[in-house]
């Protein structure tokens, strides 16, 4: 009966995506094209897709099938029942308060099984969600978890969003882009964000009430937000609120890793850090191994704990035998700090370092899905994964989108903008329209190569002579070819001044689809969206993304 009740509901999950999205049947266009191809992604990243050998060992299954055949066979063998239990309890204490789905009781409770495996994404807990990728994050996870359920009937998968409430960055999180205009939230920082009261966020909805107006999709916004931020007494349930809110019904299950029982489970290991620095010795290994290459995201500490008190969270630091918490009077011996960890787990916050191995630790995890800065730094903590023998999780890009409307696409077309030619950088891409467009046809490429061959053919005889022939023929060279360069910018500027209206209409355009030459997805919040398409827009980017096809999707509504 359990694996007929399973197919049926996930062939219900599939049925209810196509019928929430049948309006946009014939209104929207998904295309994709490699990531590689936008110029926002790394070389790093570029290598990971292309399963370069540079990278192998750096990471453990690739985001295929076969990897997560391997990943579930790996993963099985090592997390146990104990483990299992003690994330059930501690996860149904958090949701106590929480109105929850059917889809998301039921991935709670698959959690105690064997055949249980999570997939998971982590993200700040940025007022009012921050910027758009937030949805592409939990989504990707969504969808990959239902790919995978087709794909292996026989295993539950549950999609995990892991809400970074140990941060302490507040400048990165009190903010939201809306239309162009910053909505801030001003209050004095200190201490890990998951606990700051939400007490002053009246004023930070009132200030975005007045952008909205009072349409359907307008009222249920300023609800999502009054209801989160006003009813919750701290960011970390506010935050919570909204994720379930908006994912709640697609099974999401949302974890708070700032917690005592789910920390008595990362014991050994901060014990490990305080006393061994395996963290520090292994990571750095591994970046002198990456650093000819690539470029390093995040540099070990000898110890990568913080200590955190109700408005602090401070960084440890083993100095003169004993164990100092940075910028207070605190102080610990050996035995001290050890006492301190068994007695009082939930006051040691593992760094951005040490969070993932916490991750892996306490869930049944199979992959971590994130963007190119994440993936880049979990490929520096492999070794020190193999050290401690967790298994190391499969990485997957997360999905990135470009939002266009059709009247922006029927632009392009008018302009002969290609999908690809959008992402240039703007300099690149109005040169390159205005002397396609140009009358006047003077090859400088071709007039470059010729003068070169005619030097070529002055070097040969320079080199039977004097070598200050030589040298005097290499000076002219440089001269007429740099006057060459010379030229063609002159005539460059002279046609964009020529072709002005086509300049300002690309540069508008591009502008409108890539606010501040970057990746609208990491300017826009989410709301703009939802104030047009309300809910279908949701629906849409769930249909659109394909977290395995490893491809950026451009998504014309």
């Known amino acids: 009966m359990y694996f007929y009740e399973k197919l049926f509901k996930k062939y219900a999950i599939i049925e209810r995506n196509r019928n929430a999205t049948k309006f946009f049947e014939f209104a929207m266009k998904v295309t994709h094209i490699p990531f590689q191809k936008t110029g926002f992604f790394s ?65 709670l409770a698959y959690l105690q099984y064997k055949n249980t495996f999570t997939i998971t994404t982590g993200h700040q807990l940025n007022l009012f969600t921050g910027p758009l990728y937030f949805l592409y994050k939990i989504i ?104 379930n809110e908006l994912f709640g019904k697609d099974g999401l299950v949302i974890v708070d890793g700032n917690d005592k029982e789910l920390k008595k489970l990362l014991i050994p290991f901060i014990k490990d850090d305080l006393i061994n620095e395996t963290s520090f010795t292994e990571v750095s290994k591994t970046i002198t191994d990456l650093e000819n290459d690539y470029k390093i995201q995040v540099n070990p500490r000898n110890i990568n704990l913080f200590y955190l008190e109700k408005n602090s969270r401070e960084r440890i630091i083993f100095e003169n035998n004993l164990y100092k918490i940075n910028n207070t009077n605190f102080q610990f011996s050996r035995e001290e700090i050890l006492n301190e960890v068994e007695n009082h787990p939930e006051k040691f916050s593992p760094n951005v370092l040490l969070r993932p191995l916490y991750q892996e ?72 329209k205005v002397l396609d467009n140009s009358e006047i046809e003077i090859q400088f490429d071709e007039k470059k190569i010729f003068l070169q061959k005619q030097f070529e053919e002055l070097k040969k005889v320079a080199k039977k002579t004097d070598v200050s022939f030589l040298n005097a023929v290499n000076a002219q060279e440089k001269k007429h070819l740099n006057g060459l360069a010379n030229l063609e910018k002159r005539l460059l500027k002279a046609e964009k001044k020529r072709q002005q209206d086509l300049v300002q209409k690309i540069t508008e355009l591009q502008n409108e689809l890539l606010p501040n030459q970057s990746l609208e997805e990491r300017q826009r919040n989410f709301s703009e969206y939802y104030l047009e398409y309300g809910e279908s827009f949701i629906e849409v980017l769930k249909k659109s993304l394909k977290p395995l096809q490893l491809e950026f999707t451009i998504l014309e509504l």
Request: hydrophobic share 40%.
């Open 361 to 432: 630790v306490i869930l049944p995890n199979l992959c971590y899905i994130g963007g190119g800065g994440e993936i880049a730094y979990w490929m520096q903590l492999k070794g020190f994964f193999n050290k401690v023998e967790i298994p190391f999780p499969i990485l997957l890009l997360r999905n990135s989108v470009q939002v266009m409307s059709s009247k922006q696409s029927k632009k392009m077309e008018k302009l002969f903008i290609s999908n690809d030619e959008i992402f240039l950088n703007q300099y690149e891409l109005i040169s390159q």
């Open 43 to 107: 070389k790093m990243m570029h290598n990971y897709l292309e399963k370069n050998e540079n990278l192998k060992p750096f990471y453990n299954n690739f985001p295929d099938i076969q990897g997560f055949y391997n990943q579930i066979e790996e993963k099985s063998i090592s997390f146990c029942l104990q483990t299992r239990i003690t994330l059930l309890n501690t996860l149904k204490v958090q949701y106590q308060n929480l109105a929850i789905s059917e889809n998301t009781a039921d991935n």
């Open 140 to 243: 990707s996870t969504i969808n990959l978890c239902e790919e995978l359920s087709e794909k292996f009937p026989d295993k539950n998968f549950v999609p995990i969003y892991w809400m970074a409430t140990e941060d302490h960055d507040f400048d990165e999180i009190n903010y939201f882009n809306f239309k162009g205009k910053k909505v801030s939230w001003n209050r004095k920082d200190g201490g890990a964000v998951g606990r700051f009261s939400t007490v002053g966020l009246e004023e930070v909805f009132k200030v975005f009430s007045a952008h909205l107006g009072n349409s359907k999709n307008a009222i249920f916004l300023k609800n999502l937000f009054s209801e989160a931020y006003l009813q919750n007494d701290n960011l970390a349930a506010a935050t919570r609120f909204i994720a």
